[in-house]
């Protein structure tokens, strides 16, 4: 993670006692050096400055906030354009598709001739919910199902890679830069899926889908955290979640009307093009700047949103800090004991809930594939919105325990639910899938307010990284229905329940200041100490 040629951008100073230097921004009438009326923290700048919430928030929430709704459309379009629609085998390609011959489960992949079966060629399928998907075009069925798969499970990889590197670039090279990257990727690969020649080329372009995706939206979810007000942090970091649920819901709309993948592929790709002016009209993060020293760009952000929201520019220098992070990386998270506990807890959350939210998805009862995802996501949207009244009320971790401890506890009940019991089952599913997607609200504010941010996007990267192992293992865990139908509930509800009662150990953040350094970091929790850090 580059913690030894990167030391000198982010660096903690050892020698001595803490001295606070002015670094001069402006032309006309330099500051002098330790003259402590000439300079402010960062956080007073940005609120005499930036403002509390203004037209230039305004604009970066409806940038951000596409960002968010994109990453729906990157892991959610391979469910319609790789769908495998009903079919059965047929001897000539004019042949139309049969129920009645998609019922005899020994027509589906062979051809009966005088009681013999032989191999299929061709299929016909039914184009009642999907009139062309990719399984479809390349006769990705019966002996060939299982590269479906392992599209799946690539794709998941995806997000995996996807969220470890652009963690890691975004802390390097900046956020806005980042950010391009994972949208122009994002946009790319869209393009490029809808206009592959085989299935496995539509394969590697959903991994890059995926990727693109969702470093798109932790970068975004970054920058909004580092740049709004406190006051509206919590709010605006927790809205972030219901433009995912609405992209989910736009993207199962697209596909209802686009009903062809590779038409598809390129009407969600279309509005991806907007990542390509970024670097043009959205600033840098002025907290990251700071955190790497560079502070005549940090200043121009600033100014920059000052002029938006009509506000007086900064006439003073930030104070430089020296209890400032002394690496970059995870690495300096596992030096701490304190952060290096916090960070193991929050990657077992991470990796719980993404099991849990993909699981019950998977273990979902079987429904119109348009009527069950829209409701999926209507789901999650209502937890979301939900989250952003509540999160404030009763803090971070009373919310991310007890919906933990109750989506587990919802899927214990589904599981020792008979399976006839249709409605009673979907009832505790759904309970314990919105508990997910409480959870799934409330851990993204909660990892960013617990680390500093010379390593917060490291953190952020690693959480969500260590979270896909959850989702690789739903298609297994999901399968395990096979041996025991309650099987599957058991382990996803026991992984819940225990994620929540170990995530008591964690310290409330709720109105706390967003930690710079690993010392103010490490003091969350303890009274008086974050106090002190709060009046600086």
């Known amino acids: 993670m580059g913690t030894g040629n990167s030391s000198d951008d982010c660096r903690k100073e050892v020698e001595g006692k803490e001295n606070v230097n002015t670094v001069l921004f402006q032309d006309p ?32 929430l409806a940038i951000l906030f596409f960002c968010q709704a994109t990453f729906a459309t990157g892991v959610y379009t391979s469910v319609f354009s790789d769908y495998t629609p009903r079919h ?44 062309e998907s990719a399984s479809s075009e390349f006769g990705i069925v019966c002996d060939k199902a299982f590269l479906k798969t392992l599209s799946g499970t690539l794709k998941m990889s995806g997000l995996l890679v996807g969220s470890f590197v652009f963690g890691w670039m975004s802390d390097v090279f900046g956020r806005v830069l980042s950010l391009t990257l994972a949208g122009v990727l994002l946009f790319i690969s869209q393009i490029l899926a809808g206009f592959s020649t085989n299935y496995i080329m539509f394969s590697v372009m959903n991994i890059f889908m995926a990727a693109g995706g969702i470093g798109s939206y932790l970068i975004s979810f ?26 989910f819901l736009y993207t199962v709309l697209i596909a209802w009307t686009v009903s062809s993948w590779q038409p598809l592929q390129f009407a969600l790709a279309a509005p991806n093009i907007v990542f390509i002016v970024f670097p043009f009209i959205l600033p840098e993060s002025p907290r990251w700047l700071v955190s790497q020293k560079k502070y005549q760009k940090a200043m121009k952000s600033i100014r920059f949103a000052a002029k938006s929201n009509k506000l007086p520019a900064p006439e003073e220098g930030i104070e430089e800090k020296s209890d400032s992070c002394e690496s970059f990386g995870i690495g300096v998270l596992l030096a701490h004991p304190v952060l ?13 809930v993404t099991l849990c939210f993909y699981g019950l998805i998977l273990n979902s009862a079987g429904q119109d594939l348009f009527i069950g995802m829209s409701s999926s996501a209507a789901v999650e949207l209502l937890a979301y919105i939900l989250t952003i009244f509540l999160m404030d009320i009763f803090g971070r971790r009373p919310i991310l325990t007890i919906c933990q401890i109750v989506s587990g506890c919802c899927c214990v009940c589904a599981g020792f639910t008979p399976q006839d019991f249709f409605w009673i089952r979907l009832f ?107 009046k600086k």
Request: proline residues 5%.
């Open 88 to 131: 059965h085998c047929v001897g000539d390609q004019e042949e139309a598709f049969n129920l009645t011959k998609w019922e005899e489960e020994s027509e589906r992949c062979g051809l009966l001739s005088d009681d013999n079966v032989t191999e299929c060629s061709m299929w016909a399928f039914d184009k009642s919910v999907i009139h």
């Open 29 to 60: 009438a330099p500051v002098k050096v330790n003259d402590p009326n000439k300079t402010k923290d960062l956080d007073t700048i940005l609120a005499e400055s930036v403002g509390k919430f203004g037209w230039f928030q305004v604009w970066l």
């Open 340 to 352: 290096r506990y916090r960070l193991l807890i929050m990657s077992f959350n991470w990796i719980v």
């Open 222 to 247: 970054v920058l909004l955290f580092e740049w709004i007000s406190p006051e509206y942090r919590t709010t605006a970091s927790a809205s972030a979640q219901v433009p995912f649920a609405l992209g």
């Open 428 to 534: 505790f599913s759904s309970i314990g899938k919105m508990g997910a997607s409480a959870v799934f609200s409330v851990i993204f504010i909660y990892t960013s307010e617990l680390f500093p941010t010379c390593v917060r996007n490291s953190s952020m990267g690693l959480c969500s990284t260590v979270a896909r192992i959850g989702a690789m293992l739903a298609p297994s865990i999901a399968s395990l229905d096979s041996v025991l139908p309650m099987l599957p509930f058991l382990v996803m509800g026991g992984a819940a329940i225990t994620a929540g009662c170990i995530s008591f150990a964690l310290p409330e953040t709720r109105g706390t200041k967003l930690p710079e350094t690993l010392e103010q970091a490490e003091a969350i929790g303890k009274g008086s100490t974050t106090e002190n850090h709060e």
